[in-house]
C-alpha cells in the first residue's frame, strides 16, 4: 500500500501536466514570461517543459524508491519522463495553437537528467534515503 500511495504525487504531477499542455497557445504564453526575461539568450529554451519533467522526474524517483537509488533506477526515470513527454507532444497536436516539437522533448528530457544528476549528490541522496523506508 506504501508504494502505492508514493505514486500520487507522479499521478497528480502527470495529470497537471496534461491540463497545462490541453491549454491553447495563446493561454500558455502568458504563464512563463519570467524565465525569458531572466535569460534572454535562452529565448528558444521552453522553461515550462523543462521544469515541468524536472519535477516529474523527482516524483519518479520518489515512487520508484529504492530501485531509483541507483544510476540504472535514474536511467529509468528519465527514460519514464521521456516516454510520458512523447505522449505529451502527441496530445498537443490536437489542441488548437499547439505542435509537436522535438525541441519540448530536448527540454523535457534535459529537464529529467539535471533533477537525477542533483538527487545524485550524496548528501541529497543520504537525506532522502533516511526521510524514506523503504
Known sequence: MKRTIRWLPAVVWMAA???????TGDEIGTLLP???????????FDWGHFVAYFVLACTYYWALLPRSATWAGKVLVVALCLAYGITDEFHQQFVDGRSPDVKDLRNDTIGAALAMLLLSVPRLERLIGRSVRF
Open 17 to 23: 501536466i496534461f491540463y497545462m499542455s490541453h491549454q
Open 34 to 44: 519570467l524565465f525569458r526575461r531572466l535569460f534572454p539568450a535562452m529565448e528558444s
